[in-house]
């Protein structure tokens, strides 16, 4: 069981130094610092979190690299802002789309990786047993998180005027907030459809049944 353990830190420490070193980048002239700042804000919450918790509620493998990839995705978008992230510009261009895309992967990831997050915790600190009432409660839930930040975009721009385009991404498209909580909605059924098997094999080695 030692080697695993150290492995398992190993894999852990792997995962916050290369994080922290994308953060560092993505801190590095972003494109508007104020927005960085908003954007990035879930993320830096979620790593200190992590910290705080990590000796005494310890999460699945499985779930701290889709941790990690949410991150990731929250640090470009950051940098850039999500409607400039140079590589969805180009594939913009490349498959005549009318904006860029790249907000709707940050969507997806917003409800991808919070239904594996709530799954575990469903699954770890509750009776609830996994099956359907555990599927309606997670997608429920992604639904309403995904609600709360569109409120929160909502407000930002009452607060902000002109200056909320960048954080909002809209890019002139009226059914933005729509799309974008369809986004969290597939993401988050993908998730369970996809992973649920796996994020169950993750939990047998933490030591969950």
Not at 51 to 70: A, D, E, G, M, N
Not at 85 to 101: I, Q
Request: aromatic letters at 12%.
């Amino acid at each position: 069981m030692k080697p695993v353990r150290i492995s398992q830190v190993a894999t852990h420490l792997f995962l916050l130094v290369s994080l922290l070193v994308v953060a560092l980048w993505s801190a590095i002239c972003p494109h508007d610092y104020f927005i960085w700042f908003l954007e990035t804000l879930p993320a830096l919450v979620a790593i200190v979190l992590l910290l705080i918790t990590y000796k005494r509620f310890q999460l699945s493998l499985l779930l701290y690299v889709l941790i990690w990839l949410h991150c990731i995705v929250l640090f470009v978008g950051g940098h850039y802002t999500y409607e400039l992230v140079p590589l969805f510009d180009n594939l913009r261009d490349f498959f005549g789309h009318a904006r860029n895309n790249y907000d709707k992967l940050g969507h997806f990831a917003q409800g991808f990786v919070p239904a594996i997050a709530a799954r575990e915790l469903l699954i770890r600190t509750s009776t609830l047993k996994r099956g359907k009432w555990m599927v309606a409660l997670i997608l429920l839930g992604v639904l309403g998180i995904s609600a709360a930040y569109e409120i929160i975009e909502w407000f930002s721009a009452l607060a902000l005027g002109d200056g909320s385009d960048a954080f909002l991404g809209t890019q002139g498209d009226i059914w933005d907030a729509q799309s974008d909580m369809l986004c969290a909605f597939i993401g988050a059924t993908s998730a369970l459809l996809l992973l649920s098997k796996a994020h169950d094999r993750s939990l047998k080695k933490q030591g969950v049944d």
